[in-house]
């Protein structure tokens, strides 16, 4: 009797377990479409109201949460860059599993967040207008670029970190590990630009 309650004990725990690790990814039942023919992903765009999810994987899969083809969004593959955009009020929802991503890019109202740790050599982010990313990264190197209203969640660790940002407000690392850091203010540089010019400026008069 103990054996046969230890056995559908744990097969309760298992099941929750996976029912735990399954619904932290992006776990929205209604019309999921798993898109085919898509591989070889080194870079992501997202323009507009899209959520994107990133994960590690074997091998390329993208997975789009909503009626995707009766909606205004575009996904589309070329060349290795995966290009995803919608404006629709409803957010699109779209879950990208890649071997080998190296780089993502995000403008408009664009969210992206990791799903587990983005292992990588070389990582790029670059992040536009009001876009936003929450990140767990595990890299020998990563640059970051927040540019705008866009604003970044990182942690993790990293060897070689480069961030640059327009306001150092919009960029949170205090839980990210980086051994060797780069940090530039664009909007400083872009102020110290100006100032020397004028200097140039009153020299020439």
């Known amino acids: 009797m103990k054996t046969t309650f230890l056995t559908i004990f744990t097969a309760l725990v298992l099941s929750a377990g996976i029912a ?14 798993v898109l085919t023919g898509i591989s070889a992903i ?9 959520e994107l999810y990133i994960s590690d994987g074997n091998k390329d899969q993208v997975k789009v949460y909503n009626k995707y083809y009766s909606e205004s969004a575009l996904v589309q593959s070329k ?14 929802v779209v879950w990208v599993t890649a071997y080998d991503l190296r780089s993502v890019s995000a403008y408009g109202n664009a969210e992206v967040k990791s799903f587990g740790d983005i292992s990588k050599i070389e990582f790029n982010v670059d992040l536009h207008n009001n876009a936003s990313a929450k990140l767990n990264l595990d890299a020998y190197s990563a640059s970051v670029t927040v540019n705008d209203q866009a604003k970044a969640d990182l942690s993790g ?16 690392y205090s839980n ?23 200097q140039i400026a009153d020299l020439v008069d």
């Open 20 to 33: 735990k690790t399954t619904n932290a990814a992006p776990a929205k039942n209604e019309n999921v479409t």
């Open 157 to 172: 660790t990293v060897t070689e970190a480069d961030l640059k940002y327009s306001n150092a407000q919009n960029i949170e």
């Open 176 to 198: 990210l590990v980086m051994q060797h850091a780069s940090q530039t203010c664009t909007a400083a540089s872009v102020s110290i630009a100006k100032n020397e010019l004028d």
């Open 79 to 92: 060349n290795g860059v995966l290009r995803i955009s919608s404006y629709k009020a409803e957010r699109l």
């Open 42 to 50: 080194n870079k992501i765009e997202v323009y507009g109201n899209v």
